[in-house]
């Protein structure tokens, strides 16, 4: 078992958690406009949509690279490449932080867990995502592939809730940061994509 491995697909899972986007700033939103246990709902919500996600992954690509390094090398080209392009996008977008709390309507806590279970599980892009990042971070030779998507899984799930829970629980103080702070939203758009860029290189040379 390679843990040089795991530290390094933890220590991205991190940065990006960090990076903003629509899921951790709905959840800062809906900490900030009805409180913080409302915000983990939405946390618990799109983190139970990953294991939706990580599930699907085991299944489905655990299967097709299983003995074909072929398939697996494709697999994993197709992962560099998605990740050079959110990049791009990351690179061509605003950065700054468009926080309001105008939007927010007051809903249970089961209604904000379906509505953050439910915005992650039909986003075809964390499908893609997780197609692109797990691959590249299989750690062991013994260990069956799906097994390792699922610890790769839970492992995401983990520094993600982390993450998540901080911003729900500081929101206010989060927010006063970045609102004091115009320059924050530039370091991390950065910070993305240096990441981004990061991970698709690793992919490409570690073939």
């Known amino acids: 078992m390679n843990y040089e491995v795991l530290l390094a697909f933890s220590m991205a899972t991190f940065l990006l958690s960090l990076s ?17 246990k409302y915000g983990l709902a939405v946390v618990a919500g799109l983190m139970t949509g990953c294991l939706v996600h990580t599930t699907l992954l085991a299944i489905g690509v655990s299967v097709l690279i299983k003995n074909n390094p072929v398939i697996f090398n494709m697999i994993r080209f197709f992962g560099s490449a998605y990740l050079i392009y959110l990049a791009l996008m990351v690179y061509k977008s605003d950065d700054r932080i468009q926080i309001t709390k105008t939007s927010v309507n007051s809903k249970s806590y089961l209604a904000l867990y379906k509505q953050g279970f439910i915005m992650n599980v039909l986003n075809p892009k964390v499908t893609i995502f997780f197609l692109a990042f797990f691959p590249g971070f299989l750690f062991s030779e013994t260990l069956s592939t799906a097994f390792q998507f699922y610890i790769l899984g839970f492992l995401f799930i983990f520094i993600s809730s982390i993450v998540f829970g901080g911003i729900a629980l500081l929101s206010g103080q989060v927010s006063t940061f970045l609102t004091a702070n115009e320059r924050t939203g530039y370091l991390l758009k950065w910070l993305q994509i240096v990441v981004f860029v990061g991970i698709a290189i690793y992919l490409l040379f570690s073939w």
Do not use: A, H
């Open 20 to 36: 903003p986007g629509p899921d951790n700033i709905f959840v800062l939103i809906q900490s900030m406009g009805n409180g913080k």
